[in-house]
């Protein structure tokens, strides 16, 4: 079992930028593949980042460039580093771990099955 608890979400002005951290606890694992998602109003939950156990990492085309993923194995800390925040950035933001390495497929990575375990979430808000 692993609880992920979400912080350092925020408002900030576009252009802005945050950095969000999700704390693992409970069985965590250096070994598993781990994903920050988001969630607008009225939009379905969309993937924004993956991280695999070797770093190995994956982006959500609207974000590349702009957010780096990163973790700390002896912290059991999953980091999202968001830069040059748009008012489209806005969304509650959730972490979440497959307890295994991701796969590895058209050079992206993703969980071999769904996630299993989720954090609760965190709120972004971007001003224009």
Not at 24 to 40: L, Y
Request: aromatic share 8%; net charge positive; glycine share 12%.
């Amino acid at each position: 079992q692993v609880q992920l608890v979400e912080s350092g979400g925020g408002s900030v002005q576009a252009g802005g930028s945050l950095r969000l951290s999700c704390a693992a606890s409970g069985s965590p694992s250096s070994r598993m593949c781990m994903g920050w998602f988001r969630q607008a109003p009225g939009k379905e939950r969309e993937e924004v980042a993956i991280i695999d156990s070797d770093v190995t990492t994956t982006y959500a085309d609207s974000v590349k460039g702009r957010f780096t993923i990163s973790k700390d194995n002896a912290k059991h800390t999953l980091y999202l580093q968001m830069n040059s925040l748009k008012p489209e950035d806005t969304a509650m933001y959730y972490c979440a771990a497959y307890l295994s390495r991701c796969s590895l497929s058209g050079g992206r990575v993703s969980p071999p099955g769904r996630f299993g375990y989720w954090g609760r979430g965190t709120q972004v808000t971007v001003s224009s």
